[in-house]
């Protein structure tokens, strides 16, 4: 059965700093994965969805890699901002891209 | 494009009572619809998949009969929880995806609180 993990659960950084936060997943066997925003009692919002056969996606000051093999991803974050405070999930879809599995995120404040 | 509701975004229910969550694909047909739970500071649990026109798929440990999934419309489904109790009270979230399409689409998810 299919674990996510993410790591750090909680992660405080001044403004301007870059950022890695991590994502590990028991079973290579993934259709893709994706990392979520999720903002205090909202729902989630996509930000970067990566294919199996994809190495890494970009958008704007955010980047996710993805290493299939070992397991791990990681989502980059560059200059934070404090609107960038948040919960940041990452999920790992399965080949019939039904039973999505989450990790328990990450939540990150970045002071002013 | 691809936008999901989800109605209402907070209730507030005496224990025993039923309370109906909506879904809804605003600007396209979903053909499979997801309900998610989520616990405070836990990560989401994917409660059932539901197809269109057919009866919903349970997660392993979700009572059917306690939370009742309706995929009558391919715009629409519902999830209700039924003779509600306190450990009910969670944020749930349900998603969509378009036939042959690999993205899911979240809706803003409803706080249940059973009192």
């Known amino acids: 059965k299919q674990e996510v993990t993410q790591i750090p659960a909680a992660l405080s950084v001044p403004e301007g700093e870059n950022l890695v936060l991590n994502c590990s997943f028991t079973d290579s066997a993934i259709y893709n994965l994706q990392w979520f925003r999720q903002d205090p009692g909202k729902g989630l919002t996509s930000l970067l969805l990566?294919?199996?056969?994809?190495r890494e996606q970009t958008s704007g000051r955010l980047n996710a890699s993805l290493d299939k093999s070992s397991g791990r991803s990681t989502l980059y974050i560059a200059a934070s901002q404090p609107g960038d405070s948040a919960t940041y999930l990452c999920?790992?879809?399965?080949?019939?891209?039904?039973?999505?599995?989450f990790g328990a995120g990450t939540r990150l404040t970045v002071k002013p | 494009g691809a936008v999901v509701s989800q109605h209402p975004s907070r209730v507030i229910c005496k224990s025993g009572t039923s309370v109906k969550i909506e879904c809804r694909s605003l600007?396209?047909?979903?053909?499979?619809m997801f309900w998610y739970r989520q616990f405070p500071k836990k990560s989401l649990m994917l409660m059932a998949t539901?197809?269109?026109?057919?009866?919903?798929?349970?997660e392993q440990g979700v009572e059917k009969d306690k939370f009742l999934i309706n995929h009558a419309s391919l715009t629409l489904s519902t999830l209700t929880v039924t003779s509600a109790h306190p450990e009910d009270s969670s944020f749930y979230i349900c998603?969509?995806?378009?036939?042959?399409?690999?993205?899911?689409?979240f809706g803003p998810g409803t706080r249940l609180l059973v009192l």
């Open positions: 600007d396209f047909q979903a053909t499979t």
């Open positions: 539901s197809n269109e026109g057919s009866k919903a798929t349970y």
């Open positions: 999920a790992v879809a399965p080949y019939n891209n039904n039973d999505m599995r």
């Open positions: 990566i294919q199996s056969s994809q």
């Open positions: 998603s969509a995806r378009r036939d042959r399409e690999e993205t899911q689409y």
